[in-house]
């Protein structure tokens, strides 16, 4: 059975500051994770993947993520958010019939 | 193409009416979702789908159905509405190309309220 947990449900930040979402999970299968954004009445957009390869992974808007096989975890990084990138983020983990977990979701929110 | 469309947006129901939430994709993907999200929860998922004619409940099934005769729509049921089925309800559909590959696609969302 698979689990994400995410640690912080809300991470208030000021615009151009650093940010780390946190995410830890446990799988009995391969590892295969994802984040997901999700804005304001909106469907869930895919922020970034991984599923084998480079344990860092990008997203085009900046963020970046680390797979963490020891730590069993998957942290979401920016170095310098923007007001835009006010949302709520989600933390999941592929099993069996390709269905994912999902974490409870971190809000990000972005003061000027 | 227009991905995944999910009818209604928004439905208030009142307790012991029955709906179905209309889900297409066109995509032409094997698999499909549905999942529930209540604030502070993430998504729950409720049934799931691997192809036409075959389904199976997820985490949160009770209360619901779901048919799949088609590749492009995944309906959901709600037979006897109850206050806890207030919720936004969430359909998917996902590919896979052998372990090298693999997205979920999101529907905009029902905003569905119970009363």
């Known amino acids: 059975a698979q689990s994400v947990t995410q640690l912080d449900s809300q991470v208030p930040v000021f615009e151009e500051a650093p940010v780390e979402l946190r995410c830890n999970y446990s799988?009995?299968?391969?590892?295969?994770l994802f984040w997901y954004v999700q804005y304001p009445n909106q469907g869930l957009q895919l922020l970034l993947k991984?599923?084998?390869?480079?344990?860092l992974v990008e997203s085009i808007n900046g963020f970046e993520a680390e797979f963490n096989k020891s730590q069993t975890s998957f942290h979401l990084r920016k170095p310098s958010v923007h007001i835009s990138d006010t949302a709520e983020y989600f933390c999941a983990v592929l099993g069996a019939g390709n269905m994912l977990t999902f974490g409870g979701g971190t809000r990000l929110m972005v003061k000027p | 193409n227009a991905g995944v469309t999910q009818t209604p947006k928004f439905r208030i129901l009142k307790i012991g009416q029955s709906m179905t939430l209309q889900c297409t994709q066109d995509m032409n993907h094997n698999y499909m979702y549905w999942y529930r999200q209540d604030p502070g929860m993430g998504l729950k998922l409720i049934y799931y789908s691997v192809g036409a004619g075959i389904t199976d409940k997820g985490e949160v099934p009770n209360g619901y159905n779901v048919s799949r005769s088609t590749t492009e729509d995944f309906p959901l049921r709600l037979e006897l509405a109850a206050p806890s089925q207030t919720s936004v309800y969430f359909c998917a559909s996902s590919y896979w190309t052998g372990a090298t590959d693999t997205e979920a696609f999101f529907g905009q969302g029902t905003r569905l309220t119970v009363v």
């Open positions: 991984y599923l084998s390869g480079s344990t």
């Open positions: 799988s009995s299968v391969s590892v295969y």
